[in-house]
């Protein structure tokens, strides 16, 4: 049986993966509208407690948006894998017709006129919108909590971080709010919080997904959307939806990814094992054990694993990252910064990005740049030895959602907010995919931990083989949902 369809309990259609959702609506299995219906008690139900998704449209309205899907298969019409099926876009994205607030109380009422691209081509693919997902002020700090909403709890103990930029999209899918989502990753903002609620989440090639509508197409290539799920052939679908080249997108890429027949298999791959960087990365206890153990079962199914030195200076590499970053992050935080009394209303760790870029020269970004540059050359020639690197995908455990970021993390104090997300910026300052795929639980078996594996730029479709292998070696491991909550 195919393991998607074994996921389905009972009648329930939230019980199905996206793909199988979709055969299910096409064979006419399910109507769209008992579709939405189920997901629209499931997020009445259990939203309030986890606080995933924000902005969502009134009921009327999207069993209206699914009658009309049902009423187009009626006439023989299909729009696409995603035909009748709910999706909440991550507030950095803009949807039509809802407010784009990026989590800050003075954008509250920004409404978006036009979509995003890649929320453009999810409706094309006959997606329904049906709101927004919750994520820190600016994206910053993975950790998902912010003044106009409030925080998203974890999907496995709401008392705890649910991860971000991207936790509200995570929560919602872990907990069947969603049946796949949508996020954006600039510093593991796609695979922390997926690493956190045991799914998958990819952090595409830059230009993989195009960005627009944007002010800047040409340097700010930190950050890019991509897709999260439960199941890697949803992860796969999703990317594929996302991707391809659009010709107002200058750096966008121009290879397509084509749907994957191969049999998926990790015998023979190459794994470069990075640990905590030569002791560089401060690790809480138990995070490297259950990475290791995710790495002994693919060693045990054919891959080679070796450890690995870093070959490049972690301390060069995050001084330049702090510029790239502060230059990038600063001038939409100031763009706030303009309206009325926004300085006492934005979380301190905008201002300091904001503030930290003031006086920051050509010379210092391009001095980054060239370390970039050298840092980027150190990876390619990883590469050439080992197909994949790994890497814990966060250095702490899901940790109590009242804290606004970690200060310390095994005895070593953390000197900027965002210090303990650092294993994630490697693979977004080389340029490269990165998945992070879930690896176990911690020691009460309650807290999941992903592992992060970095491909060779433009190597998605490795990573989306390599997700499919894994789910098929490791199927117990990823049947695991979270505790059903008490009605």
Known sequence: MDPKEAERSGDDPTALGALSLSRAIRARELSCREVMQAYLERIHRLNPRFNAIVNLAPDELLLRQADERDAELARGQWRGWMHGLPQAIKDTGQAAGFPTTWGCELLAGMTAREDSLYVTRMKAAGCIVIGKTNMPEFGLGSHTYNSLFGTTGNAWDPSRSAGGSSGGAAVALAQ?????????DFMGSLRNPAGWNHLFGLRPSPGRVPGWPRPELYVSQLGTDGPMARHAADLAALL??????????????????????EPSSLSGLRIGWLGDLGGHLAVEAGILDVCEGALRRMAAAGARVEPLSPGFSPATVWDAWLVWRRALVAPGVAAVLALPGARERIKPEALWEHDSAQGLSFAEFMRASAARGQFHGQMLRHFERFDLLALPVAQVWPFDASQDWPREIAGRTMDTYHRWMEATLYAT?????????PAGFDTTGRLPMGLQLIAAPRADALLLRVAAAWEALVPDLLARRPPEPAP
């Open 240 to 261: 594929r939806t996302q991707s391809g080249p659009d010709p107002r997108v200058p750096l966008c890429l121009s290879d397509t990814l084509s749907e994957d027949d």
């Open 176 to 184: 069947r709010l969603l049946p796949v989502a949508d996020g954006s």
């Open 429 to 437: 300052f080389a340029g490269a995919p990165a998945l992070s795929l």
